[in-house]
C-alpha cells in the first residue's frame, strides 16, 4: 500500500504564499504522475496541477502564474508552491499520486487525505 501525507496548509491573507507538501511512502516500485486537486464547500473536486515523472506541468487556468509544482523523485514528494493568493483559492487540497507496487504490478492512483487553505480578503 501507499501512504500519502500532505502538509503546509493554513490561514493566510490574500496576496500571501503556502507551500503544500504531500510525501508518499511505503512500498512503492515506481511513481508515474503526481497531482494536486482542491475542492471547495459545495463543489465538485477540480484539477489544480499535475507534473510527469521528468518534470512535465500542467496548471489549471485559474492558477497559471500563481501556482507552482514540483516534486522530488529521490523523496517521493511533490509539492504546490501558492503565491498571490486569492479568497477564491479557498479548498481542501488534496495529492494525488500515480503509483506501482509490488503487490499489483499496476498503476494505482492514491490520494491523500487533503490539508486545508483558508485565504481572508
Known amino acids: 500500500q501507499v501512504q500519502l501525507v500532505e502538509s503546509g496548509g493554513g490561514l493566510v491573507q490574500a496576496g500571501g504564499s503556502l507551500r503544500l507538501s504531500c510525501a508518499a511512502s511505503g512500498s512503492i516500485l515506481s511513481i508515474n504522475d503526481m497531482a494536486w486537486y482542491r475542492q471547495a464547500p459545495g463543489k465538485q473536486r477540480e484539477l489544480v496541477a499535475t507534473?510527469?515523472?521528468?518534470?512535465?506541468?500542467n496548471y489549471a487556468d485559474s492558477v497559471k502564474g500563481r501556482f507552482t509544482i514540483s516534486r522530488d523523485n529521490a523523496k517521493n514528494t511533490v509539492y504546490l508552491q501558492m503565491n498571490s493568493l486569492k479568497p477564491e483559492d479557498t479548498a481542501d487540497y488534496y495529492c494525488?499520486?500515480?503509483?506501482?507496487?509490488?503487490?499489483?504490478?499496476?498503476?494505482?492512483?492514491?490520494w491523500g487525505k487533503g490539508t486545508q487553505v483558508t485565504v481572508s480578503s
Open positions: 494525488n499520486v500515480q503509483a506501482t507496487t509490488p503487490s499489483t504490478y499496476s498503476i494505482i492512483a492514491y
Open positions: 507534473i510527469t515523472r521528468r518534470g512535465s506541468t
